[in-house]
């Protein structure tokens, strides 16, 4: 065996004992929580570990986690392909949506779980970010001999993450569908806030739209096709990620009474519930 593929499996073996060792593995009833609930409630769920890590690039922000249910089911759920958000920032990587992630498996759905390059020091940025999402969705259609199809797949986004799967339903047709949860759907109208997440994203962008218009169209899913199944769920108190004239994208929106930012990645939420209902009846 090359030295360098045994390094990569010892090092993927150290992962896996990682997560076994520092999360639990028992099912996990989450606290049932009042709509908008705060980060630190999120940050602070326990969560199960992932089954598998899986890399599909040379980077080390360049792999996927694999949870898998335990449920079975009279239909076959879709996979979902989870792109977490923060504002596209290194700051925040994957580990904030382990507990959406461990809910998704519980509630009877296999969940591939995308990290990669984001802005600062992971070296992402606008197109980096969506070459290495791409790259990630196409990975689980490879994985274990074709396990799983697009076709039977749903490219679920957060936030800034749901940016990202809103461009990505766009070129991806053969997608089951795409949701997207308190997604940025206008990147442009974005840059132009002063939130401190609205405030960053000129620098996943690496300028404001008036000094690259053309690469703002490129990556404004306002401006871009998108997949005819399309669902944006939103809450009416998010004042991270603004309803925005998401009427004007002429897809399904449910907007959430009372829910925040991030009701969408709490699995005791009732945003999380309405989510399990989206996708159960895409699989109808």
């Given at each position: 065996m090359e030295t360098t593929t045994l390094k990569r499996l010892l090092l993927l073996s150290f992962v896996l004992i990682s997560f076994i060792a520092n999360a639990s593995q028992s099912s996990i009833e989450f606290p049932k929580v009042a709509n908008n609930v705060a980060y630190s409630k999120v940050a602070a769920l326990s969560f199960t570990a992932a089954n598998e890590?899986?890399?599909?690039?040379?980077?080390?922000?360049?792999?996927?986690?694999?949870?898998?249910?335990?449920?079975?089911?009279?239909?076959?759920?879709?996979l979902v392909?989870?792109?977490h958000g923060g504002c596209w920032l290194s700051a925040y990587d994957i580990q904030h949506t382990y507990a959406l992630?461990?809910?998704?498996?519980q509630?009877?759905?296999?969940?591939?779980?995308?990290?990669?390059r984001r802005s600062g020091k992971t070296g992402g940025g606008w197109p980096v970010t969506f070459e290495d999402i791409q790259a990630g969705i196409q990975a689980s259609a490879?994985?274990?001999k074709g396990e799983f199809t697009l076709g039977n797949s749903v490219a679920i986004g957060h936030s800034a993450g749901g940016h990202l799967a809103l461009l990505a339903g766009g070129v991806n047709s053969q997608l089951k569908g795409v949701i997207g949860l308190a997604?940025?759907?206008?990147?442009?109208?974005?840059?132009?806030?002063?939130?401190?997440?609205?405030?960053?994203?000129?620098?996943?962008?690496?300028?404001m739209p008036q000094d690259?218009?053309?690469?703002?169209?490129?990556?404004n899913p306002s401006k871009q096709p998108l997949h005819s199944n399309t669902v944006l769920l939103q809450g009416d108190q998010d004042n991270i990620v603004p309803p925005f004239k998401l009427e004007q994208l002429e897809r399904k929106?449910?907007?959430?009474?009372?829910a925040g930012h991030f009701d969408w990645i709490h699995p005791g939420s009732s945003a999380f519930a309405l989510l399990v209902e989206q996708l159960r009846s895409l699989a109808k």
């Open positions: 890590k899986v890399v599909y690039g040379d980077d080390e922000q360049q792999f996927a986690l694999l949870w898998r249910t335990n449920k079975t089911a009279d239909t076959e759920l879709p392909i989870l792109i992630s461990t809910g998704l498996a509630a009877g759905f296999n969940v591939w779980s995308l990290e990669y490879q994985y274990n997604a940025i759907t206008d990147i442009e109208e974005y840059a132009k806030g002063s939130n401190s997440c609205q405030a960053v994203t000129k620098d996943f962008m690496q300028g690259k218009p053309v690469e703002y169209q490129s990556a929106v449910l907007m959430l009474e009372g």
